[in-house]
């Protein structure tokens, strides 16, 4: 299953993390023999787009950027003979935000190294905007707002489609964040219908844009998920597709660094992000 790394984490600066040190996620990391490590933060959000999660605690803030790279990057030289460390974001597609979004990729571009492309955030039938992963009782809510699971599951898979297909600027991430991310609660709230088919032509189009996908495993941990984002059946279909795989926990505290990586089928090969050669550097 080479590559040993873990591709997806994030640190103290997001708020709704917890306080681990950037520092023992390397640590962990190195522990677990890895050779790789992508600190994915969530980006700030533009200051012109009110935070739709109830505690307003999605993305790190504007004002610790330069902290955040700071440390990323005292990491990487401290531990560059054990471990390959790169430092970039998760960024938010925001529909309608192209503008604000385009602007700080190009802002911090040249910094980026390794980035992933989520959708967390929906536009609701009403205008408002949600975040569809925040709770059980926030993801009740938003189903209310859009009449239907059916059609809240709907307007993601569309939202993940403008998401890959959206202008974002020469910095816009090319691995697509938790495809399935909208299934966090699915043991609570189940759709009427699968959405196979859709999830088969979102596939097709990551592999026309030769784009990468997150292979995330935190929803296997997720109480009301059970599953990793995507299953390993959508996994097969994407490497059927020749769409790199690429590993990562989500984590959100040092201890889980790695994790799960053993529900990734052992026959299924895991890609290195483009920002790594094949020496790892
Ligand atoms: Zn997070
Ligand atoms: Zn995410």
């Not at 460390?85 to 990729?105: C, M, N, P, S």
């Not at 571009?109 to 569809?132: F, K, R, T, W």
């Not at 809240?152 to 938790?178: C, S």
Request: proline share 5%; charged share 25%.
């Amino acid at each position: 299953m080479f590559p040993v790394g873990d591709f997806h984490v994030h640190t103290h600066f997001c708020p709704h993390g917890s306080n681990d040190r950037m520092e023992e996620y390397v640590k962990n990391a190195i522990s677990r023999g890895m050779k790789f490590l992508s600190f994915t933060e969530h980006a700030p959000l533009p200051n012109v787009f009110d935070d739709p999660a109830p505690n307003k605690d999605s993305a790190m803030r504007l004002e610790d950027i330069d902290a955040y790279f700071k440390e990323g990057n005292r990491l990487k030289e401290a531990y560059k003979d054990t471990i390959t460390i790169k430092v970039g974001f998760e960024v938010d597609y925001l529909l309608g935000f192209e503008a604000e979004t385009e602007r700080f990729l190009h802002t911090y571009g040249a910094d980026i190294e390794d980035a992933i492309l989520s959708v967390h955030m929906l536009q609701a039938p009403n205008g408002e905007y949600v975040c569809l992963d925040f709770s059980p009782d926030e993801f009740g809510r938003i189903i209310r707002l859009f009449g239907s699971i059916d059609h809240v599951y709907e307007t993601y898979y569309q939202t993940l489609r403008q998401a890959i297909e959206a202008d974002l600027g020469k910095w816009k991430p090319v691995r697509i964040g938790h495809l399935t991310l909208i299934e966090k609660f699915s043991k609570l709230f189940k759709a009427a219908r699968t959405f196979n088919d859709v999830i088969e032509e979102i596939l097709t189009l990551i592999a026309a844009k030769q784009y990468s996908l997150d292979v995330n495993t935190a929803g296997y941990f997720k109480e009301y998920c059970g599953v990793t984002y995507p299953t390993a059946t959508v996994m097969r279909q994407a490497n059927n597709k020749n769409i790199p795989l690429i590993f990562g926990s989500d984590s959100h505290t040092a201890g889980h660094v790695g994790k799960g990586l053993e529900q990734i089928p052992k026959d299924l090969p895991l890609a290195l992000p483009k920002a790594y050669d094949e020496k790892g550097n």
